[in-house]
């Protein structure tokens, strides 16, 4: 417990955990499913104003947040295993503190942009739009036309927990802005170490252990690694049915972030990064090509996965589950092997290379934007700010994570930092549980979940992945290129653009790796992707670079 409880403390520290209100001294610490919320210290300017004599019925401090109930539509994406919205305890039990409810027109994943495009250009639109996924075109197409609510105004006078956290985390707030500077939307945040790193990269201990290998620390080592597990049975099975390293097509982000590293690079999937002030296009830079080249010796040899560029993430993972692959790219072990087996599995600490003697990793914006707008249809604006305000403070983060505590969740320990969750029966794990609970569970809902409380869970599997992340990769992050906003002109520039120059790049990754065109060909390709106006795209992202840089 003191070991988890320091672990708790020290990631908080390294993943800036920043609250602008915290538990109120006097609040009860049962376990009452109803949310108590936190108070804001100061509010001087937002009482007694025109505004509010003219909202009698609106608590500027306090709850309700109103005196007679209101009620408000949302529009937001609804997950398969998320249950009846009318039945959610989370939207209950946020009714009975504020005195808002809602009624709700729900899309799922797949007809969500349709859905969003016909109700914003129809303009039949609801007072809130709500964990909808909003774009940075949608921001600023629609924002300039005054149908999203610029929110500066309103957070100012009503929302200090708002307020405060992105005071203390202006990245944050500068790339929550639309591309014209106004601020239009809110987004939904997860401060945990492990959704901070991009990605991380495991292996098998054990196959290490039983072939005599030590860690691997650069990318000739690792070669090495995969080599000894192709050729010298780690599993002890008499069998060469061992799969050094492999990934699935629609995961294959993850595999470049890792070997990207090693060569000096910071991958993303925008696919830029950025040196001295000047940004380049990572598929036609020097760490590419040696990622190529690495990975196309690696197809040669035998020693990826022939399947990689064909299977599924359900066929890789099938394959993870027998504990057949030596090595692979993922956000935890246990989600291509089984959940037993993930002590078997250590995160291999950031490789070097000939081009690069450094370990760096890249870090990860834990962030969605554009997940709460109010719209200019809603006639109760502050409310509805004071509404959302709640969710970034750290007990609203954890009960919009989780759900009202005792019911999926409950506090073990008297400090109220570890937790466990439950798991009534009829329900095949926590996940199908939480999805009744809160929309949270397959919806990203504007607010701020806090590292001390996601590393509070009383889970072995997540302990370990906690303390793997924070001993490989916290110490040698780096940041990654920054979400910027580019304006409408840029946008629709650049969509274009994009179209060719990345379809492009994606077929000819898999050409070189599996040597289809030979690696000598590369200047061809690079030729070939100035004439799709390569430069062009970086100078755009130049200029919004800039933009965002100097606004910090």
């Known amino acids: 417990m003191k070991k988890t409880l320091a672990l708790i403390l020290v990631l908080g520290m390294l993943a800036g955990v920043l609250f602008g209100c915290s538990r109120p001294a006097d609040q009860p610490s049962g376990s009452d499913a109803t949310p108590k919320p936190t108070e804001p210290a100061n509010n ?18 306090g709850y309700p947040i109103v005196n007679d109930k209101i009620t408000l539509s949302i529009f937001s994406v609804k997950a398969a295993i998320q249950g009846d919205w009318e039945q959610m305890p989370f939207w209950q039990e946020m009714e009975k503190m504020t005195n808002i409810s809602f009624t709700f027109d729900l899309a799922t994943p797949e007809t969500a942009l349709e859905r969003k495009s016909l109700l914003l250009g129809s ?15 949608e921001e600023l197409t629609y924002g300039s036309q005054g149908v999203f609510v610029e929110l500066t105004n309103l957070v100012d006078k009503y929302a200090p927990n708002i307020k405060a956290f992105f005071a203390e985390n202006p990245n944050y707030k500068n790339m929550s802005l639309a591309s014209d500077g106004n601020w239009y939307t809110l987004p939904s945040i997860s401060l945990a170490p492990r959704d901070t790193v991009a990605t991380k990269l495991w292996v098998n201990e054990e196959w290490l252990k039983n072939l005599g290998m030590a860690m691997p620390k650069t990318i000739d080592e690792y070669y090495a690694v995969l080599k000894a597990f ?11 049915d061992e799969i050094p390293m492999s990934f699935s097509r629609d995961q294959l982000g993850m595999t470049r972030g890792a070997f990207l590293a090693a060569y000096g690079v910071m991958y993303n999937s925008e696919q830029f990064d950025v040196k001295d002030g000047k940004v380049f296009f990572i598929p036609t830079s020097d760490a590419w090509k040696a990622y190529l080249t ?29 504990t057949l692959i030596g090595s692979f790219a993922n956000l935890a072990s246990y989600i291509v092997d089984t959940m037993d087996n993930y002590p ?5 600490p950031p490789l070097t290379s000939e081009l690069n003697d450094k370990q760096i990793w890249p870090s990860k914006y834990p962030i969605n934007f554009g997940q709460f707008a109010i719209t200019d249809k809603n006639k109760y604006p502050e409310a509805s700010i004071r509404w959302v305000d709640y969710f970034f403070t750290q007990e609203g983060g954890a009960f ?3 759900g009202p505590e005792g019911l999926g969740w409950q506090y073990i320990d008297a400090e109220r930092k570890m937790w466990e969750k439950i798991i009534p029966e009829g329900y095949g794990s926590s996940e199908e549980y939480r999805g009744t609970l809160t929309p949270n569970c397959g919806t990203a809902t504007p607010g701020v979940v806090s590292a001390e409380f996601l590393l509070g869970l009383n889970a072995a599997h997540v302990v370990n992945l906690e303390e793997q992340i924070a001993e490989a990769y916290l110490p040698y992050m780096k940041d990654s290129f920054p979400i910027v906003k580019l304006t409408a002109a840029e946008q629709e520039e650049a969509a274009t653009l994009k179209t060719d ?24 390709y690079v030729a070939n992707l100035e004439k ?3 430069s062009r795209l970086v100078e755009i992202y130049q200029a919004a670079y800039d933009r965002f840089a100097g606004a910090n």
């Open 123 to 137: 303009g039949d639109y609801p007072d809130i739009f709500y964990g909808a996924g909003l774009s940075g075109d």
């Open 44 to 61: 001087s300017g937002s009482e007694g104003t025109d505004d509010e004599e003219k909202i009698e019925n609106f608590n500027a401090t």
């Open 344 to 348: 078997k599995y250590k995160a291999i």
């Open 230 to 240: 192709k050729e010298k049975d780690p599993n002890g099975n008499g069998s060469a």
């Open 501 to 524: 120059i990345l379809k492009y790049v994606e077929q000819m990754e898999a050409s070189f790796i599996t040597g289809e065109t030979d690696l000598s060909g590369w200047d061809d």
């Open 400 to 402: 919009m994570n989780q």
């Open 294 to 322: 690495f990975m196309n010796k690696l197809y040669k040899e035998g020693l990826m996965d022939p399947e990689s560029f064909t299977q599924t993430a359900q066929q890789y993972v099938a394959k993870g589950n027998q």
């Open 532 to 534: 799709m106006k390569v």
